[in-house]
């Protein structure tokens, strides 16, 4: 967070000036949700606080994307500490500000009872089958991720190789019509064509997103095909109604 109190959003390499189609849901789920009155009552410096976390995309495993969360915090860090906090401070932050927290599978495992090659990836809370893997944290701040090697031997999702057009009438269904009104009333916004037009957009991009990359999309003209889809798919509904 700035010294104004805007939030700034980056990835591991750099800070965003334009924020990739792939982050867009992720990011207004943060800014629609992030408790700014708790967060001032809490810290004397907002600046001083950074935040980690994932912003789930399909990258081959289908979960249930109406169901898991845009945003799953995992950590936070401090300047003036100059570290991590520990694991239950960062998860209860990330509850007191509005977001999600990673949800944590075991706490308190003896490093003598912990065999990473014999450990047994738990099920997804998110979707069907085992999870992708797990974050391993001891009290010092270390971490290490531990894949879940069964998960490599999938099939590699099929490209969408298309003209923006057809894509967008493929992919913008009922349903991520449905949820994204559903998204709008829920904020209190007057349901427009724009609104749900950019919800359908981020939508797409976060859950199609392995295959409409290897397929070498063009972002900026799916984006437009898909805003003449859910103009023409609400004009409908307005007549219908």
Excluded at 6 to 16: A, I, P, Q, T
Excluded at 33 to 51: G, H, K, Q
Excluded at 62 to 90: K, N, S
Excluded at 99 to 111: H, Y
């Amino acid at each position: 967070m700035t010294a104004a109190g805007l939030l700034v959003f980056g990835d591991r390499e750099r800070r965003f000036d334009d924020i990739p189609p792939v982050t867009k849901y992720a990011v207004r789920h943060v800014r629609d949700r992030f408790d700014r009155d708790a967060f001032y009552d809490a810290v004397s410096d907002p600046t001083d606080f950074v935040f980690f976390g994932v912003a789930p995309c399909n990258l081959g495993l289908d979960y249930d994307w109406a169901r898991l969360p845009p945003f799953l915090g995992h950590a936070v860090w401090t300047d003036e500490q100059e570290r991590l906090l520990p694991v239950d401070a960062a998860e209860q932050a990330f509850e007191r500000l509005g977001l999600d927290p990673v949800n944590t599978v075991e706490k308190e495992v003896n490093v003598r009872d912990f065999h990473p090659s014999r450990y047994e990836i738990p099920d997804s809370m998110w979707g069907d089958g085992p999870a992708a893997g797990i974050i391993v944290e001891n009290r010092r701040g270390g971490r290490a991720l531990l894949r879940n090697p069964v998960l490599d031997d999938r099939a590699s999702p099929e490209p969408i190789r298309d003209d923006a057009a057809s894509v967008a009438d493929r992919l913008v269904t009922d349903d991520r019509l449905e949820r994204a009104v559903d998204a709008v009333e829920s904020a209190e916004n007057p349901v427009t064509t724009e609104a749900v037009h950019a919800r359908v957009f981020e939508m797409v991009a976060r859950e199609e997103y392995v295959r409409l990359d290897k397929g070498g999309v063009d972002w900026d003209a799916l984006r437009s095909a898909v805003g003449s889809v859910v103009g023409a798919a609400l004009g409908r509904e307005g007549a219908d109604g």
